[in-house]
């Protein structure tokens, strides 16, 4: 006699993707925590040293000027715009999943910062003279964690209704590349700590993946967009 199958454990123990993707955001959220309890209670030593390295090397004359300049493309402004850009172009192609997917991730991202700051109160760093105009708090780098949430977010979620794998890659090396040079120049120009920028590239990576991994499903699960 033919036994029934079993369900698999290995499946039974899986989330479905679209839970995957949340729980891939939760796990952002965690990291930023994590880091602003360590931040707040353990002083890193290379905080200290890669400020103080990157103002006795100087550089070049002209990077103080190109430092301020990229570190732009990651302020409230700039970012607000890019979004309503790109959130408008994927309206008038009809991607209206993909439209309402960036928009929600840019918003949350942006209170999720807003409300971690409030929270840790982590004073900005002192040790050299700011080379921009900045006021807030420290922790995390508004500008990295923006720029990550934004920009890896839409080089991810574009990714996926662009068929070239070519252009798939452009958009993400193009975001990365962005994301990794706005948060450099928050050290250079001596506004923030390292440690804050990497907690921002950390937590926006993993928000970018989350809401990835959750656009997709939503999007096998109705079936397309158009």
């Known amino acids: 006699m033919t036994q029934p199958a079993l369900p698999s454990h290995r499946g039974a123990r899986r989330l479905p993707p679209l839970l995957a993707?949340?729980?891939?955001?939760?796990?952002?959220?965690?990291?930023?925590?994590?880091?602003?309890?360590?931040?707040?209670?353990?002083?890193?030593?290379?905080?200290?040293?890669?400020?103080?390295?990157?103002?006795?090397?100087?550089?070049p004359v002209w990077l103080p000027k190109v430092a301020a300049d990229i570190t732009a493309l990651g302020g409230g402004v700039v970012?607000?715009?890019?979004?309503?850009?790109?959130?408008?172009?994927?309206?008038?192609?009809?991607?209206?999943?993909?439209?309402?997917a960036i928009a929600f991730a840019s918003l949350t991202g942006g209170w999720a910062v807003d409300l971690i700051k409030g929270q840790v109160l982590r004073a900005r760093p002192d040790l050299v003279p700011h080379l921009v105009d900045v006021s807030g708090y420290s922790f995390p780098s508004g500008h990295a964690t923006s720029s990550a949430i934004v920009y890896l977010t839409l080089a991810a979620l574009a990714g996926q209704v662009t068929p070239e794998r070519t252009a798939r890659r452009y958009l993400?090396?193009?975001?990365?590349?962005?994301?990794?040079?706005?948060?450099?120049?928050?050290?250079?120009?001596?506004?923030?700590?390292?440690?804050?920028?990497?907690?921002?590239?950390?937590?926006?990576?993993?928000?970018?993946?989350?809401?990835?991994?959750?656009?997709?499903?939503?999007?096998?699960?109705?079936?397309?967009?158009?």
């Open 21 to 59: 993707g949340f729980a891939i955001i939760a796990a952002g959220l965690a990291v930023l925590l994590a880091g602003a309890f360590a931040t707040s209670r353990y002083p890193f030593a290379f905080d200290r040293s890669i400020i103080l390295g990157l103002r006795q090397w100087h550089g």
């Open 79 to 100: 970012l607000t715009l890019v979004v309503l850009l790109v959130v408008g172009f994927l309206l008038a192609q009809r991607l209206w999943l993909t439209a309402l």
């Open 172 to 226: 993400l090396v193009a975001a990365v590349l962005l994301v990794g040079a706005i948060g450099c120049s928050r050290v250079y120009l001596g506004v923030h700590w390292p440690s804050d920028v990497l907690a921002g590239w950390s937590f926006g990576t993993l928000w970018a993946l989350g809401w990835w991994t959750a656009t997709a499903q939503a999007r096998m699960a109705i079936g397309g967009e158009r």
